[in-house]
């Protein structure tokens, strides 16, 4: 198997390090670059081999993935370093027929993706999330844990729905948007901001 290089060593990096694992990686053929770890060190057993930058080191048979929750940082990343990124799907994700998933994006154990649905580059959906049919998830979005959308539903780039947000079908929901824990969400949400509760407001 080629090398898998992830860019991020924090608690995010970590699951996305057991799902590289269990689609039959070893440690030794996973590497990790953060600016803030010691080089030399380890996360679950895989070596921190240098800094992000040295991301250009690598030979042209090298994948990454970047495991950093944050998505404007992902986006910052992914532009700067022109690199082969990968997707990583967890074993245990349903995903159905006629999904697309871009570059770069990781599902987590447990998410349902039902068919005719996109999903960007660098999104992240989280563990137990669920998206039902003909959805389109942009890039670098960030569905946390727990999240459930219904069918045809829309959701822009970089924005993060979090821990348990629930999405009625055929719902809009805009570019750079933070929606907050345990959300509900009934009607399009289009204007730049942070929202939360039920009924959602807008609160910032």
Known sequence: MKKIVVIGGGGHAKVVIDIIKNNGYEASEIEILDDNLDIGSEILSCKVAGKVKDALKYNKDTRFVIAIGNN?????????????????????????????????SVIMGGSVINSGTKIGKHSIINTSSTIDHDSNIGDFVHLSPGVHMGGTVNVGNRTWLGVGTSVKNNISIGKDIIIGVGSVVVKNVEEKGIYVGNPLRKIK
């Open 72 to 104: 404007e940082v992902r986006e910052k990343i992914s532009k700067e370093y022109k690199l082969d990124y990968t997707t990583f799907i967890h074993p245990s994700a349903v995903i159905g027929e006629d999904v697309n998933i871009g570059k770069g």
